[in-house]
């Protein structure tokens, strides 16, 4: 079975996923593709700096267009961090088509089918939301009343693009970089809430794995030809599957914390100071013109980005609490002393909390994004007082 198909076609088509098969010409084209749209965004946000730095005028002017080169900068990291993982990348899509996270019995077949729809859907409503939301603020910035010569974005270039052709060469570059980075946030936090959803996946198996176990324990024991030697080698065996399945799940939780933790830090404290960049510009803005609308519809994706990284976590976190819940709710009691030992170390090594923590200070749960709101809110009440 397929894992992240949606994901890996979006990582494809912007230049961060490479096809196995490419070889050659094709991946040298290919790699030339991601340099050049590299390169784009550097030029995008040296431009931006400089113009921010040196020719702002004043405070809202500087906030308004601080957003958009956070909001490219946090791009560029999203970039180099799937280049620089690839490898752990693919190790982790080889490894959940392979033992102990291949599919056993219909069951987990019909769990997976599940979990890929609703990852489906997550990256289907995450693409339209984002694309609907560029393609309005692309078509009003071509529209928008504008003299040539002043860019869609505020940006400092070394040469004279006040001729028409020049002017809009030069346009076209800065909405294309915004376009692209559309689809590099769509493609990244897809792919990273893709992959805690896979996690909380393979929890849900592991449950139904440990059901079946104590199921083929009790009707061992009930047997009529119950043989005490047999069964306790049987218990080791079906347990230590278990605690093996376990861990290697623990073992991906780990891998994809070390992977994306830092980034997913730098992405949050960025849209942090995104919104409150944004809150600040949007309350100055008069209400209901197309600036105003353009920042709203803005302010609505930067919350759906955190919301469904934090939702993704959040809902890791209580499929690992409900795995203790789920061993403890069995006929348990029916075991043997042997098997009862091994399911309280089970139970001792699933009952710590298990969190995604990016950058070793921010949990992405529902309650982080809690807080973000009423940040959002607090900074939006002060300015309008």
Partial sequence: MSVLPESFSALTFIGLWRPVHYKGWKALFYYLYTLVLFANSLTFIISEAVEMIFFNNGIFDFFNNSSMLITIIGMCGKMITVLHSRNIIIEIKKNLNQYPFKSRDNKE??????FNRVIRFNVLSY?????????????????EDRPIGVLPCRAWLPFDYSTPIIYWIASAQQL???IMSCNVD?????????????????????????????????EIRTSEIYDEKISTVIEKKLFADCVEYHIAILRMVKIVNLIFSKMIFIQYSFSTIILCSSVYAFSQMPAFSPEFIACLVYILCMFFQIFVLCMSGQRVTIEFA?????????????????ARKYM???????SRPIEFVSGYLINLSLESFKRLIK??????????S
């Fill in 109 to 114: 077949n019909i769990i997976k089918k599940k």
């Fill in 186 to 218: 769509i493609a990244y936090d897809t792919f990273v809430s893709g992959v805690m959803l896979q996690i909380c996946l393979q929890v849900k198996i592991l449950k139904h794995r440990y059901q079946l176990m104590l199921a083929k324990l009790e």
């Fill in 127 to 143: 693409a339209s939301l984002f694309e609907i939301s560029v393609v309005f603020y692309t078509v009003g910035k071509i529209f």
């Fill in 322 to 338: 409900d795995l203790t819940d789920t061993m403890y709710n069995t006929n348990w009691f029916s075991l043997s002393s042997h």
């Fill in 344 to 350: 309280m170390m089970m139970m001792v090594k699933s």
């Fill in 176 to 178: 294309i970089t915004i």
């Fill in 375 to 384: 940040l959002s809110y607090t900074i939006y009440s002060v300015l309008q």
